[in-house]
């Protein structure tokens, strides 16, 4: 699919296990394995959706992608180049080019300073600008996330919770990045407020150039501003492919619960049959595949050996991790089965 294309970034066997360290008196202690051997392109100019539930290693995997965490496995390289490399060498070099949206817009801005003394911070440190070149800075930012230019003067809780992530946004901005994590950026926000922040952020997209890693839980606004989404359940990444495709035909049936269990209007909730066995251990995962308890399909093959992303794929650009992808076995998307 993006053979002519070099990744803006790439993620290749990344894991993160929290704890697993030695006990004082001896022993080991267990760790807990949030992220599990996940490998994705990130293409220049796309949205990557990434959705799950919680718990699954979303915000775990988005910290690492912009360096506030560091894989306990695998690597993650930005142009080419080891983002854990550039953390030690040039952290300045890191924050220009990948920035990150906070869920809380408000918690995440400190109360303590104006407005313009926060956006103000990357224009000094990590551009360089001087009073001038800031000030005309300040007034492009605002003018983007639609802020009046005499909230500059305000403080941080002045501010409803719309304002405070457009502000978020723009200090996300004022680097000049390629790449913008964005870790559940609406999912604080009323309904009517989210149409305009998503709106938003599409346009800013389309006039910086901008590409997107956009996390969230909402499967109605993934699909809405994705171009690929990624499936992730317990760690892994369970599938990944083109958004309308993925939609459309799921090939998973985690996925097809996920999309089956979204409440609307005049439609049932269908569960999967088998769909409240239990999680796995996280201290101890599983040898197979982590959603077997919680699927009708599920074999001795799926509980004994893990399916790999491209298992059972029919072609290159959707891949799922499935040993019996429903796709495969007659079923059709929207028959109300997993």
């Known amino acids: 699919m993006h053979s002519t294309v070099e990744p803006l970034m790439r ?15 001896g022993g080991h202690r267990a760790g807990v394995h949030a992220v599990q051997d996940v490998s994705l392109d990130i293409m220049p100019g796309e949205t990557l959706g990434i959705v799950g539930e919680s718990g699954c290693g979303k915000s775990t995997l988005a910290r690492m992608l912009v360096g506030l965490d560091q894989p306990t496995g695998g ?91 457009r502000i978020g946004i723009a200090r996300a901005l004022a680097a000049d990045p390629e790449l913008i994590v964005l870790d559940e950026p609406v999912s604080a926000l009323d309904v009517s407020v989210q149409a305009q922040v998503i709106n938003l952020l599409a346009d800013l997209k389309a006039r910086f150039g901008l590409t997107y890693v956009f996390i969230s839980h909402d499967l109605s606004v993934v699909e809405s501003v ?8 317990f760690g892994r990444l369970a599938e990944l492919g083109p958004a309308r495709a993925l939609f459309a035909d799921p090939r998973h049936r985690y996925t097809r619960l996920l999309l089956d269990s979204v409440p609307a209007p005049g439609k049932p909730i269908v569960a999967c049959e088998g769909s409240e066995g239990d999680l796995p251990d996280p201290y101890d995962p599983p040898a197979g595949c982590a959603f077997a308890p919680r699927c009708p399909a599920a074999d001795d093959l799926c509980r004994s050996q893990r399916p790999a992303l491209d298992a059972g794929a029919v072609d ?22 997993l």
Not at 11 to 25: P, S, W
């Open 11 to 25: 993620v290749e066997g990344v894991e993160r296990i929290f704890g697993g360290r030695r006990k004082l008196f």
């Open 226 to 233: 994705s171009d690929r989404v990624a499936v992730m359940y």
């Open 75 to 165: 690597s993650i390289r930005f142009k080419g180049r080891d983002i854990a490399d550039t953390l030690r060498n040039d952290f300045n070099g890191l924050a220009r080019n990948i920035q990150y949206v906070f869920q809380d817009p408000v918690s995440s801005l400190n109360p303590r300073k104006t407005i313009r003394s926060i956006l103000e911070a990357p224009l000094k440190h990590l551009l360089g600008l001087g009073r001038k070149e800031r000030a005309e800075r300040l007034g492009t930012l605002m003018d983007a996330v639609n802020l009046r230019p005499e909230f500059l003067e305000r403080y941080p809780h002045e501010f409803s919770g719309g304002q405070a992530q």
């Open 316 to 337: 290159g650009a959707h891949l799922a991790a499935c040993f019996h992808p429903p796709l495969l076995t007659g079923e059709t998307a929207g028959d109300g089965q």
